[in-house]
């Protein structure tokens, strides 16, 4: 009887009660995402208030464009990581690493997307290697990460006697037109990185290699009993990471048609910034790429906007800090850590 | 003689010198719900892990249908059909309803990319099947909001997501409310009623009386008693059972009476 009266109280709504609002759903799914875009929208309009005529200025924002994709490859996959309750480090080694085995291909003589191919081949080896030995050697990602960066940046400089690869055939190749020429105006690269952003998006969110990552990193003994392999996904995450690595190596490579032995180091510090910033909490379990993405356009303007607005290089540093600070601080309310 | 769903035939687990579990036999036939009884690390939950393929026994057999398994292990437990519900951090509490009912068995179309739609209706057509529907939350609502009786909820839907054999209750009724625990038994008489087998674990030995044809109390590692319902005349006899097994073995003997 009192479940028949629940029903016909169901049916007359449609089978829908307030909070199936798609819009308030959609609000409520994306918050942090979207406190991230309003961060970025209020630093760009103080910069813009600051100096209009330089923020105007088309090629300000073309500079931006060709630096961000290569942060965009790493801080995509890095949001996967934190999810799961890890963090990587060792992504810049891997970068550098996978970039050289581009420049060696290319160097050559062989055609780059064949450098390309490489390049990803070695970076999800990496990234798997790296991850079999936080997981299966039951290590602290934290730290295990930190000493492989190094040691895969000795090994760099120890192959390569810390020369660097100059590789000006590139700017002929076709790789080069698909990957980092322009398109009205435009950076080609930057389409890519959206696309690859999207595509991450997605894996995140609606596929069941997401919905396994959020679940390994928010209860993994719960995960284990439901027949998920926890371990496997950790190693996966990490070898996603790798692959990351590999496409940002790449494009940063094509930019500049010289690979360099530091290559990817410069990366560490924004890109992890970059996560937190977006809105990713540190303890796993949840994220989002979007809001990521966000993270990095925000930490990639900062220096551009800084300049730009006429500040002197040395305030950099400190604005880095203060969006970083003041964007965990925003995330708070939104951040509720239920347990 | 109809085959065991599954039988667990001399089960023993040690952690370096202590034994958790010292030689276990435990079988449950189709359609019967069996109550698992012991006191605080009996080693009751043990049991019930191994049985899920989480924990792996340091010796011992496991049948399927009469069929001796290798490499037992979460995916093939509930591959064979048992689910189970843990008594606790059984749900992945900042996901939402549906990632938590579909977790590891994911409703995934070609290249594994789900298909959210299907799991929403799924999820909701389930949550009104065992009464745990709301004004308040959706199947997408996270399961952090909800109340303890709610989780339960989830983690039940979970179980019944798949037409299970056997389904094993780790004490699912510890930290609710009265009205919450009404519900679980209310949703497992109608499972009994549906025809599937039940392990039953509980610490009030009325609600396990009450609910389960066969007893089998575990006391230190191992089968202390196993009778059936109709050898039984009261849970006050149960109790008295119990306390019985409970006695350091002294007493029992009576040279202190």
């Not at chain 2, 309803?97 to 799924?122: D, H, T, Y």
């Not at chain 2, 709301?134 to 798949?162: C, D, H, M, T, Y």
Request: a positive charge; hydrophobic letters at 50%; aromatic letters at 10%.
């Amino acid at each position: 009887m009192m479940a028949n009266i629940v029903k016909t109280g169901a049916g007359e709504t449609d089978g829908r009660h307030p909070s199936e609002r798609p819009a308030r759903e959609f609000l409520f799914a994306n918050r942090a995402a979207l406190g991230s875009l309003a961060v970025f929208i209020v630093m760009l309009g103080l910069f813009f208030a600051g100096r209009p005529s330089v923020f105007s200025n088309w090629g300000l924002y073309v500079a931006v464009l060709t630096v961000l994709p290569v942060a965009l490859f790493m801080t995509a996959p890095l949001v996967f990581v934190v999810t799961s309750g890890e963090i990587d480090l060792s992504f810049p080694a891997v970068m550098g690493f996978s970039s050289l085995a581009f420049a060696v291909v290319v160097q050559a003589g062989y055609d780059p997307f064949l450098g390309i191919a490489a390049a990803l081949v070695v970076g999800a080896g990496l990234g798997f290697g790296v991850g079999a030995l936080v997981v299966y050697g039951g290590l602290s990602s934290l730290v295990a990460t930190l000493g492989m960066n190094f040691m895969l940046r000795g090994v760099i400089l120890i192959l390569t006697n810390s020369k660097s690869i100059a590789m000006p055939e590139l700017s002929d190749s076709l790789a080069f037109q698909v990957t980092s020429s322009q398109l009205w105006g435009i950076p080609v690269q930057i389409f890519w990185s959206v696309a690859f952003v999207v595509f991450c998006a997605l894996l995140y969110n609606r596929h069941r290699f997401g919905a396994q990552v959020h679940v390994v990193g928010d209860n993994p003994d719960s995960a284990n009993e439901m027949g998920i392999n926890v371990s496997l996904t950790r190693v996966k995450v990490f070898a996603f990471m790798g692959v990351g690595a590999a496409l940002a190596g790449v494009f940063s490579t094509m930019i500049n048609f010289t690979w360099w032995p530091t290559s990817g180091d410069g990366y560490l510090l924004p890109v992890i910034a970059s996560v937190f910033v977006g809105g990713t909490p540190p303890w796993g379990g949840i994220g989002t790429v979007l809001g990521g993405a966000i993270g990095a356009l925000t930490v990639s303007f900062i220096q551009t906007g800084v300049v730009g607005v006429g500040l002197s290089g040395f305030y950099v540093q400190f604005f880095y800090g203060l969006i970083i600070i003041l964007s965990l601080l925003g995330h708070r309310w939104n951040q509720v850590r239920y347990r | 003689m109809a085959q065991h769903i599954i039988e667990l035939k001399n089960i023993t687990k040690s952690y370096g010198n202590i034994f958790a579990l010292g030689g276990v036999s435990l079988h449950v036939d189709p359609g019967e719900v069996v109550g698992l009884i012991g006191d605080n690390g009996a080693g009751k939950s043990t049991l019930i892990k191994i049985l899920a393929g989480v924990i792996k026994p340091t010796s011992g057999e496991i049948l399927i249908n009469g069929v001796p398994v290798n490499n037992w292990s979460p995916a093939r437990s509930r591959a064979s059909g048992i689910e189970t519900v843990f008594q606790d951090r059984a749900l992945a509490v900042q996901q939402s309803i549906v990632r938590n009912i579909f977790m590891g068995r994911e409703l995934a179309g070609p290249f594994g990319w789900l298909n959210l739609k299907k799991q929403v209706s799924e999820a909701e057509r389930l949550m009104r099947e065992i009464g745990f529907t709301s004004k308040v939350f959706s199947p997408n609502s996270i399961v952090g909001q909800l109340s303890g009786g709610e989780r339960q909820g989830v983690a039940i839907a979970r179980a019944i997501l798949k037409q299970a054999n056997l389904i094993v209750l780790d004490e699912p009724t510890t930290a609710l409310s009265l009205t919450e625990t009404a519900k679980v038994f209310h949703f497992v008489r109608q499972v009994r009623a549906s025809g599937r087998s039940i392990v039953f674990i509980g610490h009030n030995i009325h609600h396990v009386y009450d609910i389960a044809e066969r007893f089998v109390v575990i006391d230190r590692g191992r089968v202390a008693m196993e009778k059936k319902k109709s050898e039984i005349a009261s849970a006050q006899e149960l109790i008295e059972y119990m306390e019985d097994v409970a006695k350091p073995p002294s007493i029992a003997t009576g040279e202190m009476a």
